[in-house]
C-alpha cells in the first residue's frame, strides 16, 4: 500500500489550545430526533468556499465512479441497564465492553458506588456481581459479572445509549434509527453517526454510480462523549476502543488509488481506525499484497499538524465545542475551513450533533 504522506512522528496538540475549539452554539440547533428519513439530512460541501448547501441524497453527484466508501460497520447495543442495590438505591449500568465468563466493564452511577461483592437487582429479573474497579482501584470503570449472557440481556432488557445532550428516553424509533442500516458487529455504544444518513435507496445510487464499498469495525465507547478537561490539548489522554480492519478492506483502498479513485472515509471512527493502520504498516509496501486483517486497540488522538496517510475525503456531523472530534476535523479541512462551514451551518439553521445533519469535507 502507496501513502499519500509520510506519517508524523507525534500527534501533540503543537501549542493549540483548547479554548481554539470552542464556538457557541444555539441550543435549539442540537438535534433531539433525527429527520423523517435518513438521506433527507442536509449535506454542506465544505470541499470549497464559500461551502454549498446540499441534500445528502445528493451525494452520488458529488462523488465519482472507482471513488471508495469506507464505512464503520459496528452494532450499537442496547448497553444502558438499570437496577437497585440491595439496599434499594438505584443504579445505572452503561456497559462499555462485553469480556468472557459473562463479565462485562461497566460506568456505574449510584448515590454511593457498591462494594465488591454486592449483588446488583436488575430490571428484567436478573443480577450483576459488583467484582471491582477496572483497570485498578481507581478506575473509572466497574468489571461486574453477569447471570447470563450479557448480549442477550443488553438485548431483552437495556436501553439504547442515546448521548447526554439527546433528552429524551430512547424508544423503538431510537433503537431503529441510532444505528446504521449496515451495521453487523455489536459492541459500540455510541453510533458512527455520519453513517446514519445512509439508506437502501442511497446505497443503490451510489453502487449505479460506480462507488465501491468496504468497512471497518471500531466500537465506540462512552469516552467519546468526554469533555477534553485540560487547556493545553497536548496533555489530553484519548480513551482506548477495540478495531478490526479486513485484509479485503486495505485490498480495496489499494484497487481505488490503483484506478485513480478517492478514498472516502464515513465518519471520524472510520478516519482513527484507518490512521491507526496506517501507523501499523509498511509505509513502502507495494500495492497489489495480500494483506491481512488487523485488530487491536487504538488510542490515536489526531489535532491539527497530523498528516493523513489513507483518507482523501470525510463525509462527518457537526461536533461539540472543545471536543476531540472537531479537533479531528479541524486536522483533516483546517481549522479556518471548519470554522466557516460550522459559522455558515449554525447561520443557516443545520441540525447538530449525533441526529444532526452531515458535511463532506476534503483533505487540506
Known sequence: MTFDHTMSDTLSGGGLRLADFDFH???ELIAQHPAAERSASRLLDARSQPPTDRVFRDLPELL???D?????DTQVIKARLFGAKPTGGAVELLVERVL?????L???RASKKPAPGTVLDMQGGFHAEVLGRWPDAGGALFRLRLSGDPYALMQAHGHVPLPPYIHHADDA????RYQTVFARVPGSVAAPTAALHFDEALLAALDARGVTRAHVTLHVGAGTFQPVKVADIARHRMHSERFEVPGETLAAIDRARARGGRVIAVGTTTVRTLETVAQRLDSGAQMGRDWPTLRGETDIFIT????FALVDLLITNFHLPRSTLLMLVSAFAGTET????YAHAIAERYRFFSYGDAMLLARM
Request: hydrophobic share 35%; net charge negative; proline share 10%.
Open 68 to 72: 471508495l466508501l469506507v464505512f464503520n
Open 64 to 66: 465519482q465512479s472507482g
Open 173 to 176: 424509533d431510537d433503537a431503529r
Open 25 to 27: 452554539l444555539p441550543p
Open 106 to 108: 461497566a460506568h456505574l
Open 338 to 341: 471548519i470554522r466557516t462551514a
Open 304 to 307: 491539527p499538524g497530523h498528516r
Open 100 to 104: 468472557d465468563g459473562n463479565e462485562v
